[in-house]
């Protein structure tokens, strides 16, 4: 249930606006897109009393990591991950998992690939790390839009602010998303800004003073900002891949696998991410494993944000009192920044492994300023 409210939202955010121009047309001969998350915390609690029952020393270390490369002749793409629980008085638990894979598209023109990939996992339920290597075929291409994004956000500005009498146009925001992709050929950020001021000046709907500094100021701040990272398209992956290593001792099996990336947006302020992969040997009912990944990034205003997620995986391979395992992970952060050096984020993390009897919620609260 808790699931299906964080993807409805994520659709709801994501579908709420759109901009002036889909910002999914838009065609760049590359793409690189990183995206890194680390959360850590500890508790300790010595009991006054002496009721060493009541006593807590437990702790949690969470890393993901994907990195996404696309060219019209190659591709890439790396995932790691890893959660840990650590527990002096309970269960501790961990699990890490890497991926990567190499891409050779037949044609620049054509989304049809080959792919040959390695993958490694490990678990506190696993006799040893398992290692797979595969091969196969798949159709897909990933879009960065990002440049597009950021022309629009600089539109939807120089408009508000009534430096231009209407948005520009569909021609015009390209013009300016190929400059901003461009950005490195500059040798200043102020030529970089004078080429998109003559954009914005030359298409004759610009105020008769032209752009005044405040302007070419939060343009240059739009440009340089990370938070608009926007990514559209996907790709879908058929292969087969042969275990080096059983990570459960058993003998090493030949696996059939299906996964798949998307990602879509409307909007500058959105970005929704699925990724999903299952995995099976000829026995499908006892060797299967599924993954799947759900993210949605929403930038309300520019002083609040929104990131939710939920993960989910179940495996048969590693069944816990005689039913395939399945891992629930669920996050929701309001992250609010009233002013440049201040920042209050409200975390809540609700997550039910095999062997929980309900499911552990964790809510934190961070507050933090720069008075100096």
């Keep these: 249930m808790r699931a299906l409210l964080v993807f409805c939202l994520c659709l709801v955010l994501v579908s709420a606006a759109s901009a002036a121009i889909p910002l999914c047309d838009y065609r760049s001969p590359r793409t690189d897109f990183s995206e890194l998350g680390m959360s850590f915390s500890y508790q300790y609690h010595n009991d006054p009393y002496g009721a060493s029952k009541r006593d807590i020393t437990a702790g949690q270390f969470k890393v ?3 990195r996404l490369l696309d060219s019209p002749d190659f591709g890439a793409d790396l995932s790691v991950r890893n959660d840990m629980t650590i527990s002096v008085s309970g269960l501790s638990s961990f699990l890490a998992t890497g991926e990567g894979n190499l891409k050779r598209y037949f044609s620049p023109e054509d989304p049809f690939f080959g792919f040959a990939g390695l993958s490694g996992k490990t678990s506190s339920s696993y006799k040893t ?3 797979s290597l595969g091969v196969g075929v798949g159709v897909g291409r990933f879009l960065n839009v990002t440049p597009l994004a950021k022309a629009t956000v600089i539109d939807d500005y120089l408009a508000e602010r009534q430096s231009i009498t209407e948005h520009l146009a569909t ?9 901003i992709e461009n ?3 500059y040798e200043s950020p102020a030529d970089l800004l004078r080429v998109l001021e003559e954009i914005v000046e030359g298409t004759g709907i610009a105020k ?12 240059r701040r739009i440009v340089e900002d990370n938070r608009y990272g926007r990514h559209c398209g996907g790709d879908a992956k058929f292969g087969l891949s042969y275990e080096l290593i059983n990570p459960l001792g058993l003998p090493n099996e030949l696996l059939a696998t299906l996964a798949f990336d998307y990602a879509f947006t409307t909007t500058p302020q959105a970005q929704f991410l699925v990724r999903g992969s299952v995995s099976s040997s000829y026995d499908v009912l006892r060797t ?3 993954d799947l990944t759900v993210g949605c990034d929403y930038l309300i205003t520019d002083l609040v944000s929104v990131f939710s997620s939920y993960e989910f995986s179940r495996d048969a391979r590693d069944p816990y009192q005689g039913v395939p395992s399945e891992r629930h992970n669920l996050s929701l952060d309001l992250v609010l920044t009233p002013f440049p050096g ?5 975390g809540v993390r609700f997550e039910h492994l095999p062997y929980y009897l309900e499911w552990n919620t964790d809510v934190t609260l961070l507050m933090s300023i720069e008075l100096l």
């Excluded at 021609?171 to 400059?179: C, K, Q, T």
């Design 171 to 179: 021609s015009d925001l390209e013009a300016i998303a190929y400059e």
């Design 183 to 185: 950005a490195a050929t």
């Design 342 to 346: 201040s920042s209050v984020a409200l």
């Design 208 to 219: 008769a003073e032209g752009l005044d500094a405040l302007d070419i100021s939060e343009m």
């Design 64 to 66: 993901n990591y994907k």
């Design 288 to 290: 299967y494993r599924l």
């Design 129 to 131: 790390i398992g290692i």
